[in-house]
């Protein structure tokens, strides 16, 4: 959609061209939500990309992701390190529905400051325990919690001329294993609960519940919970919501027996649980050709090719 109040697009060399940022001037990066809507209260865009931030770094202290990485780079982060977790990035990206085009354009930090409730990328960097740098408009920085930087649906802690400028998640988080679930109201409808288990090495475990409410909900064991533990504490969340995608009752509902696969399935050795039809499996097809271990400090590049998948959608990122 052409967006016809806007009169001028600012490329971004430095940090100081954010200074342009406004009410009225807004971030620019993949666009696949800005430019699908009107924008009327918009009269300038200030574009990201051209700060060309390497999208994909492994560091000693683990990963860390631009707010410009797309879709597409990072559901094909090649498994060439031993992380256990690697599965989750293919799987939230596919609770995104789009095309390969949509895939190569939308990006991690743009589909989480729309700060949907379903959507992906929250879900994501939120299980993983990542940690969010935000570039504040007064030139200081702050990092956050992914899971504390949505803070409703379509809210977060960004302020007018605030940038989220990169996500980091620790190297232990990478270490674990993860089990994923979604389920929506239709093939092709949006996400009506995503949750995720994370064991780490040393046995705790987290459940990461998102998409059912408006902001993530985590809640933490010592070791994996006894069944009416785990219930408990998802039962006590208290930030459901219903809308055309799914009423309150039915997204509380299926977290819990979602939870209760995931606390069995985490349980057991890993390929031992029997898959569950709330999941999702990376085909042959989109399987990337394994690339050979960067050294650890590397850039960890991808050349943004995916196969479409036929999961439920989520927001687009800008």
Known sequence: MDLNTVATITPARSRDDLSLLSSDVAPLAGGSWLFSERQDELTALVDLMTLEWPSLTVTDDGLEIAATCRLAELAELPDAWGWGVHPLFFQCCTALLGSFKVWNVATVGGNICASLPAGPMTSLFSSLDAEALIWRADGTDERMPVADFVTGNGRNALRAGDVLRSLHVPRHALEGRTAY???????????????????????????????????????????????????????????????????????????????????????????????????????????????????VGGAATADGKTSTSDETTSGDAR
């Open 181 to 295: 679930r979604k389920i929506a109201l239709s093939p092709i409808g949006r996400s009506g609960a995503v949750i995720v288990g994370r064991l780490d090495r040393d046995g705790s475990f987290v459940l990461t519940v998102s998409g059912a409410t408006v902001h993530p909900e985590q809640v933490r064991f010592a070791s994996i919970p006894g069944r009416s533990e785990l219930a408990e504490a998802v039962g006590a969340i208290d930030s459901w919501f219903t809308d055309p995608h799914g009423p309150a009752d039915w997204r509380r509902g299926v977290s819990l027996l979602l939870a209760e696969e995931i606390r069995v399935e985490l349980g057991l050795p890993p390929g031992e649980a029997p898959l569950s039809d709330y999941t999702t499996v990376r085909p042959a097809s989109a399987t990337m050709a394994e690339a050979p271990a960067e050294a």
